[in-house]
T-cell receptor, first 113, second 112 residues
């Protein structure tokens, strides 16, 4: 089944404790992206990757890091989480050469206390 | 910068009627516009894409229109059903690096 998976689905952590949210897709997509979704706001892009070893900042990259060592994986790293990073996070992938639609993961709800 | 406006208030529609959702944008027209459906606690799911040179696109009970003069897209669901209840998001692609600019979404409630 074609899908984007994220782990963990829920995470409660404390300020300053480094964490990683994993994202994996099995569709051989070139493009991957991380978004955060907050009430009343649209999805805001954090980072995106056009291909392996190619990453770029989105609209709200501060406090986040990413890497793209393999085509299928695109982890999101919070080196020192803060309460304002409490949010719902989505990973997405697409293959722009074939279709512009984005496939989303199930989301990770992060709470930073 | 480009801004997108979707009705922040929930839209209540009687089952069987046509639901119409609006997506307005400022500034210049996007290369194409997409509509997604999002259910509570889940990721958005792609529904339809319409390009700037297309006036209308259909898929089963769904129809999207794109008016670059009004800077507006309308999303219609005909013969609406309670299962259509969800939040609907519009997203604009400005044609640069496949970046999408997202609206906050409109919650649609279909009453039996």
């Amino acid at each position: 089944e074609a899908q984007v998976t994220q782990n963990p689905r829920y995470l409660i952590t404390v300020t300053g404790k480094k964490l990683t949210v994993t994202c994996s897709q099995n569709m051989n997509h070139e493009y991957m992206s991380w978004y955060r979704q907050d009430p009343g706001l649209g999805l805001r892009q954090i980072y995106y990757s056009m291909n392996v070893e190619v990453t770029d900042k989105g609209d709200v990259p501060e406090g986040y890091k990413v890497s793209r060592k393999e085509k299928r994986n695109f982890p999101l790293i919070l080196e020192s989480p803060s309460p304002n990073q409490t949010s719902l996070y989505f990973c997405a992938s697409s293959n722009p050469g074939q279709s512009y639609e984005q496939y989303f993961g199930p989301g990770t709800r992060l709470t930073v206390t | 910068s480009q801004k997108i406006e979707q009705n922040s208030e929930a839209l209540n529609i009687q089952e069987g009627k046509t639901a119409t959702l609006t997506c307005n944008y400022t500034n210049y027209s996007p290369a194409y516009l997409q509509w997604y459906r999002q259910d509570p606690g889940r990721g958005p799911v792609f529904l339809l894409l319409i390009r700037e040179n297309e006036k209308e696109k259909r898929k089963e009970r769904l129809k999207v229109t794109f008016d670059t003069t009004l800077k507006q897209s309308l999303f219609h669901i005909t013969a609406s059903q309670p299962a259509d209840s969800a939040t609907y998001l519009c997203a604009l692609d400005m044609g640069s690096n496949y970046q999408l600019i997202w609206g906050a979404g409109t919650k649609l409630i279909i009453k039996p």
